[in-house]
């Protein structure tokens, strides 16, 4: 038994001690031959470049990082199938990390196929990949996968789920784009949730196309969508931002906005599905049945209860077939959410938007957070839609030397703003009466850029030093309101990443 025992401890100190770090292509070629040399905890480094292979983890726990990130590392399938796979077992303590994931094809999950396995997905882009089934950015079955902070842009798939197509799993979807995502036939332009208990949190699912549900088809029981923004997808038949089947069905603090469809514009439900819509947003969203929700009696009749939302035109905007239920609650409005632009996908609340403050605060698994990691509660209630009004830094466009980009600040009206510069942060952040401070000392500058206007919004557009190297990431934080005043704040911080 002594011996037994001393045996089992040395081989896990061993196991530590072996653990490696590998490069590529420095020690192997390609991304494939170093995974299939890699033991159990070690790390592969992926240096820049572009690597033209298709790669299966092999059911090996190692984490897969790219040296500098998605920019500048790509692994490229060559349409000779999925450019990632995980079929053999892989658990959450396996990475993929900082890739773009580009030119697969396959007849099921075009960038990654992921079958009864269970890994770690973060930071990556997967584009322009191609399923003739399902799948064209990602497949995953029987999974119950984390897949966090990537963008799932320009994929296709022929039958279902354009950019995601999730099926009898139980993944975890958080702060995640979705965007331009095309189907041709079937459901799901952006993501289809075929019978999984998923959650979907801080997603950005916009511009996708479908023949049903532009934005998002969701199926199964106890599925969640919260903190998202739904906007600008497009249904050639039903449910231009959502389609929804299943058992139940919960949309709290969303934004739904700008989708477009024949039948439900915003939401289409069937079956015997239990929708609870709370703290949301539906506006601008089209059909010719339906413009805002369309209750379909259409194997099964479904129900949706509706409170503390912003509901564009009210119950004429909602179609309620025969036998289908449509349940209003307290706290429901009809106004101009006011956005800074929602035209440029800019769904941040003004200082007089209808919105702010009109939530509950009561209801069941409200978010402690907004879509972007503010806090959820600002004032007293927390708002309606994915944003809470909230001190907030921010830029649109893309960061290029000499040329401009767009910068926002919102916050309280009359705040003078003083905008700061560095060349790296500090973790943990310094903690201050204002909140956390992000940036190194010595700052490389600070401005005074002025005050906030009466909706609620500063914005500037500075042009970009010459001197700025592409690759290169800059980080920004502002200080809302004098220095010394009790009531002034920090904001979040803000990384300028160099095209």
């Known amino acids: 038994m002594r011996l ?56 090996k726990i190692i984490k897969l990082e790219s040296e500098r990130g998605p920019k500048v590392t790509v692994i ?54 191609v399923s003739s089934k399902k799948g064209g950015g990602i497949y995953c079955s029987n999974c119950a996968l984390i897949f966090e902070f990537n963008e799932i842009i320009e994929n296709q798939s022929n039958l279902g789920g354009g950019g995601i197509y999730c099926y009898y799993s139980t993944a975890i979807f958080r702060n995640n ?103 949301s947003i539906l506006w601008s969203n089209s059909a010719t049945t339906g413009k805002e929700i369309n209750l379909w009696n259409h194997n099964g009749t479904p129900t949706i209860k509706i409170s503390y939302s912003d509901v564009e035109g009210g119950i004429p905007s909602i179609h309620v077939d025969a036998g289908c239920t449509l349940d209003l609650g307290v706290g429901n409005i009809d106004d101009d959410p006011r956005f800074v632009d929602a035209l440029v996908d800019d769904f941040h609340l003004t200082w007089q938007s209808p919105c702010k403050d009109m939530g509950s605060n009561f209801l069941p698994n409200l978010p402690t957070e907004d879509c972007e990691g503010d806090p959820r509660v600002y004032y007293d209630v927390v708002d309606i839609g994915a944003d809470e009004f909230y001190f907030h830094l921010y830029h649109l466009g893309d960061v290029v030397p000499g040329g401009t980009v767009d910068m926002r600040v919102v916050g309280p009206y009359t705040y003078e703003v003083i905008l700061a510069i560095s060349s790296d942060t500090q973790s943990p952040p310094l903690s201050t009466p204002y909140g956390n401070f992000y940036l190194t000392l010595p700052m490389s500058n600070q401005w005074s850029i002025g005050a906030i206007s009466s909706n609620g919004l500063l914005e500037i557009s500075p042009a970009l030093p010459w001197t700025w190297i592409s690759g290169e990431e800059y980080y920004f934080q502002a200080l809302v309101g004098d220095m010394n005043w009790p009531h002034s704040h920090l904001t979040n911080l803000m990384v300028m990443n160099v095209e």
Request: proline residues 2%; hydrophobic residues 35%.
């Open 4 to 59: 037994a025992l001393c045996t089992f401890i040395m081989l896990v100190i061993c196991s530590q001690v072996f653990s490696a770090t590998i490069y590529v292509p420095d020690m192997f070629p390609g991304i494939q031959d170093a995974i299939n040399a890699s033991i159990g905890g070690d790390t592969i480094v992926v240096r820049p470049g572009t690597y033209v292979e298709n790669i299966d983890f092999v059911g």
């Open 76 to 129: 490229d399938g060559n349409q000779a199938g999925s450019v990632v796979t995980f079929q053999s077992g892989e658990t959450n303590d396996t990475h993929l990390y900082g890739f773009t994931i580009k030119n697969g094809y396959s007849s099921i999950g075009g960038g990654i196929y992921c079958e009864s396995s269970s890994p770690s997905i973060t930071n990556n882009v997967i584009s322009n990949n």
């Open 177 to 279: 784009v979705v965007s331009q995502n095309t189907l041709v036939d079937g459901y799901g332009g952006g993501i289809h949730n075929d019978n999984s208990n998923s959650e979907y949190v801080n997603s950005i699912i916009s511009h996708n196309s479908a023949k049903n549900g532009g934005g998002i088809y969701m199926s199964g029981n106890n599925v969640s969508i919260k903190n998202s923004i739904i906007a600008f997808n497009s249904a050639a038949n039903v449910g231009g931002g959502i389609f929804c089947d299943g058992d139940t069905m919960d949309l709290l603090n969303n934004t739904i906005y700008g989708n477009s469809g024949v039948n439900g514009g915003g939401i289409t439900c069937h079956t015997n599905i239990i929708v609870q819509l709370q703290n």
